[in-house]
């Protein structure tokens, strides 16, 4: 009891301070777990794409997609920091999984390793940020707990921080190189001031035993000209490889760390130009092991070479300026996105800082108007850690928005000068005294109501509060969640398929799905099985299509291409089976809808959903106020149509409870995405059994003989009567022959059969020709359900015109060419459908 009594007090009677920073330790631990949750908001492709997928991908021998920026050719991004924070890091792993498959057959790789280790990795990483800050506020002596307070409630360490992005990095090192600097600044500010006073005092001595004591003082004083020179160029290297933008941030650090306690009597030019080369020297073996990991990844330099000494420039890779040379070209940078130059001041700063923002964009206005009007006295010292960090702040935000392609991540390191200047102000608020050199009634009454710490301290930490939890909720649970349990989705039908079966995902209006996620073995790597001690190379078994933002109408045309290939490779000598899924947003639904009405492809195609993944939103298709459920999600809101899968019709708005909470209910569905699977509709042909006294009591055998030889007389008339009446219409009476048939040369790996000319088919004039219904069932199409085809996406023959084929009715057109042994052609006009019978 005493002992609670004692922490209750301790508790009530703790200072602001304190509480600041027990919410700090909540934020630091909150991000740790959010890691773990994981976190499936999908910020930015970047994300993955410009490290884990490629290296996870190379690891694992997975399959997996390496963008224009690893080619061979000419690579942009340096692989030798993910290299060693993700390849190495997921070798000993690996050597772990293996160790709990054997002992206690527990899985650990998965499609959730692949994504928390490397965020695991990276979130360790960004406290460096942390430490950093605390460092600095330390070692000048300022308050740290409300700066702490700021970067661990900020979304930018809370998202940002939590993720594998480059920026990310660049943000760690960026805040280590920072926090060097201002160490090297204060020790060399230190060490020169006493170094002057000694001399003062050495030449005002008048003893001798007096003046060798002041030189023994100042014989010990630390050396400061060339601290930390390797580790500070070391940084400097490792930030232009892992974004070359390092640059633009590093270059007013390195600047402030050269010129330190230049203009005073200790430190002169020689220093400077001392210290700009050795900075230089120390440079080059971080330089030299960078540029010799990339060229042997890259394979411009292979072991051989190394071996016989024929080395030349072209053996060597400066990935750097690779990517300087490609972003120097405006028209490939335009192809990313243009955007405005004021973008990065007027959105992205508010967007990442929000309060803080303005309040940095204020001080700094405040600065330059000071400057301009020559009131030196009051500006910042030079060489003071607020010039430094206002320095590591507006100088990279300047070139960077020369540049026309500007994202709100492209601006995460200046996160750690920005909180160390302006976080107290959410406390303090935006100024504590009267900041305008002139007093006007506006000045006053602006000051009064909005700038003073009156009127602006209560509520500025709690505007910095509500903006960074909902922006971390947006980003981090809300924004493209859908792709993640996407992929983990379709891991699981990967692995669960029946053999010899492709999977095919088309995705529309989202982002680009991670193919590592899905955890299937490379098809262009050789696999090595570890029983039989044999090397294999696996058949690629899931092909996806990503159409970007296109058009419902130009995506439907895509699924016909897709499903009739499929359906071609379905009917040859493999019988080759697919699974076809289409993944949109769920506010996409009623449009995917509208696009099967207007293309009739309701009469061929199934639409099947299967599930909506939970929460999503794709900033490409915003859901609508006025909207419906994504289909089959809320099913008594919907009547039963003939297209399964699919919405019905509205009702119409009416101002009643039912309706609001209807839309309401449909709004709140429409942040899904919608995982359908696609199916083409088959007529399925009648089939007789002669075996079946056992279903049909009460008859004998002989009946059921005589009933069943009754049934196919009467088709046989049937078909008869037609045939006479067609050739009484002149239909059938002489040969005819299609010159617009196109020549087919495309091979498929299903069913290499090779068109290669028209074909001119007789029907009834032609007795060398055998057409029956069911000699080719396969080969059975549909009038509505064949629309033009112009081009496949694999290379397959062009469709040019229906065919309206009768499986009872009418013949299946098969010709077999006497003349032509080697060639198999087909029903006028030589037209393979996509949408095929089975048999």
Known sequence: MRLTRHISQLWQNRVPTDRHLNTYFFFAVARLVLVFVPQPGYVHPDEFFQSVEVMTGDHFRLEHTRTWEFNNSMPLRSVTLPFALLRVPWSFYEFCALYMRNLWNVELISTYAYVVFPRLIYTLISYINDWCLFRVCRLYGLRFEIRLLAMGSSWVLLVFGTRTFSNSLEMAMCSWLLCLVAECMLRTNTVVYKKEFLEEKYDKAESISERVKIWKLKNALPSHNFQHMFVVSSICVAGVF????FLLFGAPMVFFWLLRGMGTRSVTFR?????????????LPALFLFIFCDSLYYQHLTVGELHMMQLGIDNFVFTPWNFVKYNLNSAQTASHGVHPCYVHLMVNMPLLFNVLA???LGAFAQILLRFFRAEYQVLPRFQSIVSLMSGAIFVPLFFLSLINHQEPRFLIPITFPLLLLHAPKLVTGFSAKYPFQKEHHLLRWFYDRLLSSKA????LLRIWYVSNVVLTLF???IHQAGIYPLAEHMAHVVATKPAATHVHLMTSHVYSLPLHLVNIPSSRVLQFNPRTHSRYRRQRDFYLYEYGSQSLDNLLHKVKLISGNCEVKLSGPNRLRYKLYLSIPASLSSDLHEALVRSNASSYLNFELLHVFYPHLSTEAFPRIQGRHPCDVDAPHWAHDDLRGTCAVEQPPALSYFYLTKQFSSFVHQFGLALY??????????QFNMKVSHCMPGYAQDDLVSLTFTHLSLQFLICLALCFAVAQAGFLASPVTYAAAPSYAATYAAGP????APVTTYAAAAPAYS???AAAPAYSTYAAAAPAYTASVYGAPAYTAPVTTYAAAAPAYTSYAAAAPAYSTYAAPAIVSPFLKKK
């Open 475 to 477: 980003f981090g649970f």
């Open 242 to 245: 892992n974004r070359p933008t």
């Open 677 to 686: 699977e696609i199916d083409v509709r088959r007529k399925r042909p009648r």
């Open 358 to 360: 303005l309040a940095a």
């Open 753 to 756: 059969v090779a068109y290669s």
């Open 271 to 283: 220093d400077f130009n001392l210290r700009i080369g050795l900075f230089c020297l120390c440079a």
């Open 771 to 773: 057409t029956y219904a």
């Open 456 to 459: 602006s301290a209560p509520h």
